[in-house]
């Protein structure tokens, strides 16, 4: 393989295993918060154990979130020497505030978070984990920013000449809010939520079969159920308004999430299919309008479609309509399930159906497999540009990195994730097998 495809092949795969983890760390942060309160505002001490099996839960993916994140920032350098120089002066403002507004205000109360059961007041530790929580989130509105900016450029011009050519920052906060940054940072929020929403509901329907922990895992069951229907529900909806910012901005992308050929003409949604791009057909069970309806409100309305570009400014289409609608279908797939389970804790059958517990256990892969297409649709979807229309992928690419040497750090890496991976899942399986330290303290000092 060329240094090109090797490169995106390292950046991919390096974004896609750390992006398990933050997902995580903010989902289950506001289920700590929920916990937390309770515990402050009832002193039952049930709720105490709650929250503390669910921060050692925390911890351990903060921590892997972290090391995982570092190398990605290393590739900038070694791989996309040319594409960093060009965005250097958009990426070092959204990211410095990153680490002033975000990391350091969650790195600063986990310690707090983790270690002060005993050593601060409930109320302080509430706080604490509060500010914990607001961390997470805030980290993911500087990253998202950033990576909103490759999508919808706003707020720059661009200077010096040839290679030398950088996009300069003339209005931040139109950087910031770009035309696509709210909506996706919220649809982000909510791929989160539902992240860490499922896994407290797998660990918790696990105890529930095995009949260990029961009242801790009916507590938490109800808790993250109530956050999963929420975070699903509102998922469509930001899933939605996304895909109309896309239709405005990025009109390549969206007609490849719907293998959509004709130059301008109305649009079918499709359920599922299979694109032939050679022939440049779409077959599959398609809805006749409904793309248009959904993006203009009208059935019979033109959509922009791919005959509309030039073959090389096209995405890789049927990649991106076979990832796209894959993670529409978990989306509605997570709705069913956490609406069946709302269903089943109102008419009381919910803990004894253990059928739908079963689900529960294996639904904790739903959320992270379609954050994982959703990225994969979006990136994937902008090709062949790494910023939309001003910089093409090929052209940010390092000039004197070689084959050979990608190739030799994308396999050290990939062993290297393999093993922190199997090191993750044998910490966390170990957590959760041993359940609730039996000797819990009491309480906090008043």
Same mark, same amino acid.
């Given at each position: 393989?060329? +240094?090109?495809?090797?490169?995106?092949?390292?950046?991919?795969?390096?974004?896609?295993?750390?992006?398990?983890?933050?997902?995580?760390?903010?989902?289950? =942060?506001?289920?700590?918060?929920?916990?937390?309160?309770?515990?402050?505002?009832?002193?039952?001490?049930?709720?105490?154990?709650?929250?503390?099996?669910?921060?050692?839960?925390?911890?351990?993916?903060?921590?892997?979130?972290?090391?995982?994140?570092?190398?990605?920032?290393?590739?900038?350098?070694?791989?996309?020497?040319?594409?960093?120089?060009?965005?250097?002066?958009?990426?070092?403002?959204?990211?410095?505030?990153?680490?002033?507004?975000?990391?350091?205000?969650?790195?600063?109360?986990?310690?707090?978070?983790?270690?002060?059961?005993?050593?601060?007041?409930?109320?302080?530790?509430?706080?604490? $984990?509060?500010?914990?929580?607001?961390?997470?989130?805030?980290?993911?509105?500087?990253?998202?920013?950033?990576? =909103?900016?490759?999508?919808?450029?706003?707020?720059?011009?661009?200077?010096?000449?040839?290679?030398?050519?950088?996009?300069?920052?003339?209005?931040?906060?139109?950087?910031?809010?770009?035309?696509?940054?709210?909506?996706?940072?919220?649809?982000?929020?909510?791929?989160?939520?539902?992240?860490?929403?499922?896994?407290?509901?797998?660990?918790?329907?696990?105890?529930?079969? %095995?009949?260990?922990?029961?009242?801790?895992?009916? =507590? =938490?069951?109800?808790?993250?159920?109530?956050?999963?229907?929420?975070?699903?529900?509102?998922?469509?909806?930001?899933?939605?308004?996304?895909?109309?910012?896309?239709?405005?901005?990025?009109?390549? %992308?969206? +007609?490849?999430?719907?293998?959509?050929?004709?130059?301008?003409?109305?649009?079918?949604?499709?359920?599922?299919?299979?694109?032939?791009?050679?022939?440049?057909?779409?077959?599959?069970?398609?809805?006749?309008?409904?793309?248009?309806?959904?993006?203009?409100?009208?059935?019979?309305?033109?959509? $922009?479609?791919?005959?509309?570009?030039?073959?090389?400014?096209?995405?890789?289409?049927?990649?991106?309509?076979?990832?796209?609608?894959?993670?529409?279908?978990?989306?509605?797939?997570?709705?069913?399930?956490?609406?069946?389970?709302?269903?089943?804790?109102?008419?009381?059958?919910?803990?004894?159906?253990?059928?739908?517990?079963?689900?529960?256990?294996?639904?904790?892969?739903?959320?992270?497999?379609?954050?994982?297409?959703?990225?994969?649709?979006?990136?994937?979807?902008?090709?062949?540009?790494?910023?939309?229309?001003?910089?093409?992928?090929?052209?940010?690419?390092? %000039?004197?990195?070689?084959?050979?040497?990608?190739?030799?750090?994308?396999?050290?890496?990939?062993?290297?994730?393999?093993?922190?991976?199997?090191?993750?899942?044998?910490?966390?399986?170990?957590?959760?097998?041993?359940?609730?330290?039996?000797?819990?303290?009491?309480?906090?000092?008043?």
């Amino acid at each position: 393989m060329d +240094a090109l495809t090797l490169a995106r092949a390292q950046f991919g795969f390096t974004c896609a295993f750390h992006y398990i983890f933050p997902p995580l760390s903010i989902g289950i =942060s506001v289920i700590l918060v929920v916990m937390e309160g309770l515990y402050y505002f009832t002193k039952q001490t049930l709720y105490l154990e709650m929250a503390k099996f669910w921060t050692r839960i925390f911890g351990l993916i903060f921590s892997i979130g972290v090391a995982s994140g570092v190398v990605m920032e290393f590739q900038f350098g070694t791989n996309w020497s040319t594409y960093s120089r060009f965005v250097g002066d958009v990426f070092g403002s959204a990211l410095a505030a990153e680490g002033v507004f975000a990391f350091f205000l969650e790195s600063g109360f986990f310690a707090l978070l983790l270690f002060g059961w005993d050593k601060i007041s409930r109320g302080m530790h509430l706080f604490s $984990t509060v500010m914990v929580c607001l961390g997470a989130h805030f980290s993911a509105i500087w990253i998202v920013v950033a990576n =909103s900016w490759q999508q919808t450029p706003a707020g720059y011009h661009l200077v010096g000449e040839g290679a030398a050519t950088r996009a300069e920052i003339t209005d931040f906060w139109q950087l910031v809010l770009n035309p696509s940054s709210l909506d996706r940072i919220f649809h982000v929020y909510t791929g989160a939520w539902q992240a860490g929403a499922f896994a407290v509901l797998s660990v918790s329907a696990f105890y529930l079969l %095995k009949k260990k922990n029961e009242a801790f895992a009916k =507590s =938490s069951l109800k808790i993250a159920l109530g956050l999963a229907v929420i975070a699903s529900l509102l998922q469509l909806v930001s899933g939605h308004d996304s895909g109309k910012v896309v239709a405005q901005t990025q009109p390549a %992308k969206l +007609a490849a999430f719907e293998g959509h050929f004709d130059a301008l003409a109305p649009a079918s949604a499709y359920l599922f299919g299979w694109v032939d791009e050679k022939n440049q057909q779409t077959h599959g069970v398609a809805i006749p309008g409904l793309l248009s309806y959904l993006v203009a409100g009208n059935a019979s309305a033109p959509v $922009t479609g791919l005959n509309a570009f030039p073959p090389d400014k096209r995405p890789p289409v049927n990649f991106v309509f076979q990832t796209y609608h894959l993670m529409v279908a978990i989306g509605m797939l997570l709705i069913l399930i956490s609406l069946t389970g709302l269903f089943l804790l109102v008419s009381g059958k919910l803990f004894q159906a253990r059928w739908f517990l079963t689900v529960l256990i294996w639904s904790v892969l739903l959320p992270q497999a379609a954050n994982q297409l959703g990225w994969f649709s979006a990136e994937v979807g902008r090709q062949p540009y790494i910023v939309y229309n001003l910089m093409k992928t090929s052209e940010g690419l390092s %000039k004197i990195v070689k084959p050979e040497e990608i190739e030799i750090s994308l396999v050290l890496f990939s062993f290297i994730y393999l093993l922190l991976f199997i090191l993750f899942i044998y910490l966390l399986n170990d957590k959760i097998q041993k359940g609730l330290y039996m000797k819990e303290e009491e309480g906090h000092r008043a």
